[in-house]
């Protein structure tokens, strides 16, 4: 299957910092990511789409100027927390799309606690 | 709003069992449905998946079930190893669009030896 990588797996950050998370399709490229949002024992919530080379689709209820998605190449994709808050700890995690498979293929995942 | 949602937020079985996860959608418009597994502090695994023409599929050890009248999903699991311990969710796909997925609640499964 596709291999899609995140990186930090795990970050600590002070409030009121920023943090970018990145989003790596390895053996393919991507035209279109997602990222979620999972609070302990909750499930998966779409935060966002991400579109290689235009603006990025938010869900209801995201907002935009606090989670900025960035899609420069068919295989990155950032997402940076602005000005995080406590309440912003999360894990975070990417999938791309991989157009040839039917299913969606997942990162890792990210562990942002903000201290 | 649209939602996929989950009868049993745990399950205990034992070793050499078999686990039925089971799972409501409420959007009859969508066509394809995937099972995954996550372990802990990791992202979702791949399991099986289902598209709407279809009322069954079997992978190894595991089999979807999809009744459309309904808006029912179930996983299930033969003989439950350990190695199956993990949360299960299903997943819905929306608005056509591969990967733009709907998760259900998610189910723990734990097997006991």
């Known amino acids: 299957g596709a291999v899609v990588s995140q990186h930090p797996s795990w970050v600590i950050c002070k409030s009121g910092t920023s943090v970018k998370i990145e989003c790596r399709s390895l053996?393919?490229?991507?035209?279109?990511m997602f990222w979620y949002r999972q609070f302990p024992k909750q499930s998966l919530m779409l935060m966002a789409t991400s579109n290689e080379g235009s603006k990025a689709t938010y869900e209801q209820g995201v907002e935009k100027d606090k989670f900025l998605i960035n899609h420069a190449s068919l295989t990155l994709s950032t997402l940076t927390v602005t000005s995080a808050h406590p309440e912003d700890s999360s894990f975070y995690i990417c999938?791309?799309?991989?157009?040839?498979?039917?299913?969606?293929?997942f990162g890792q995942g990210t562990r942002l606690t903000v201290v | 709003g649209e939602s996929v949602g989950l009868h049993l937020p745990t399950l205990s079985v034992q070793e050499g069992d078999n686990s039925i996860i089971n799972c409501a959608y409420s959007?009859?418009?969508?066509?394809?449905f995937i099972w995954y597994k996550q372990e802990s502090g990791k992202g979702p695994q791949f399991i099986i998946d289902i598209r709407s023409n279809m009322d069954k599929r079997q992978g190894q050890r595991v089999t979807v079930l999809l009744n459309k009248t309904v808006k029912h999903l179930s996983l299930q699991i033969a003989a439950t190893q350990p190695g199956d311990s993990a949360v299960y969710f299903c997943a819905e796909e929306t608005d056509n669009q591969g990967g733009k997925l709907i998760f259900g609640q998610g189910t723990e499964l734990s097997v006991k030896p």
């Open positions: 999938s791309a799309d991989t157009g040839g498979f039917t299913e969606a293929f």
């Open positions: 053996d393919f490229q991507a035209t279109t």
């Open positions: 959007n009859s418009a969508s066509d394809y």
